[in-house]
């Protein structure tokens, strides 16, 4: 299969951690990724991991990947207004040369 | 800025019509993708090009149509548009390999009437 899963809606406090969470089902998927929309606009990349690690930091972004229970987090510190967005998961299956993205997750940041 | 343009921004137009889509992908970046984006769908992947060529299909329909030409621009053919067929579409581009980084156009924002 090629699902890739994701609850729909976050909202949290400016200044808190946000964590939004992923499931996969194709355990072939050699890289996975976190994209983010804002209003308007495009994707942009974010991060991403490659299947052999477990986490990844980079600034504000912490990723770590659960890959027995395929699952795939993206933990935002100091979330800020600016990070009102929706984030897609993502996972690149090397043998079709394709990228399953999930349905998204609206993260809300309240002032 | 990805880099990544399309054109135009917006279209709205009328069920059976046929409409072309445009995307310029970054310089240097020989890969593109077509995703269609919609409340009830999600975002769809609908078919890959690298370097003039047909790399993978999606959840494309008969009646859509894609090519890359020479100059690495694609453009996205939709016909005997439905009313379902409302939607965004997106142009990404890469470069060939791992992690497969892809760089998102600004879409163009299809009405059909």
């Known amino acids: 299969g090629e699902d890739v899963e994701q609850s729909l809606f976050l909202s949290v406090r400016e200044g808190d951690s946000s964590v939004i969470n992923c499931t996969y089902t194709d355990s072939s998927s050699t890289y996975l990724y976190w994209y983010k929309q804002e209003p308007g606009a495009g994707l942009q990349l974010l991060t991403y991991?490659?299947?052999?690690?477990d986490m990844k930091q980079d600034q504000r972004l912490t990723v770590l990947l659960n890959k027995k229970d395929k699952h795939l987090s993206l933990r935002i510190a100091d979330t800020q207004t600016g990070d009102s967005a929706i984030y897609f998961c993502?996972?690149?299956?090397?043998?079709?040369?394709?990228?399953?993205f999930g349905p998204g997750t609206s993260l809300s940041v309240i002032p | 800025d990805s880099g990544v343009t399309q054109t135009p921004k917006h279209l709205i137009t009328a069920t059976g019509q046929r409409v072309t889509l445009r995307c310029s992908p970054r310089s240097g970046d020989l890969s593109v993708y077509w995703y269609q984006q919609s409340l009830d769908q999600g975002l769809q992947f609908l078919i890959h090009?690298?370097?003039?060529?047909?790399?993978a299909k999606g959840n494309i329909l008969e009646r859509f149509s894609a090519q890359q030409f020479p100059d690495l621009h694609s453009e996205l053919n939709l016909s005997s548009l439905e009313l379902g067929d409302s939607a965004l579409y997106f142009c990404?581009?890469?470069?060939?390999?791992?992690?497969?980084?892809?760089?998102f156009g600004p879409g163009t924002r299809l009405t059909v009437l």
């Open positions: 991991i490659f299947s052999n690690m």
């Open positions: 090009y690298y370097n003039g060529e047909e790399r």
């Open positions: 990404a581009s890469s470069v060939e390999g791992a992690p497969n980084e892809q760089f």
């Open positions: 993502a996972g690149l299956k090397t043998s079709y040369d394709k990228v399953i």
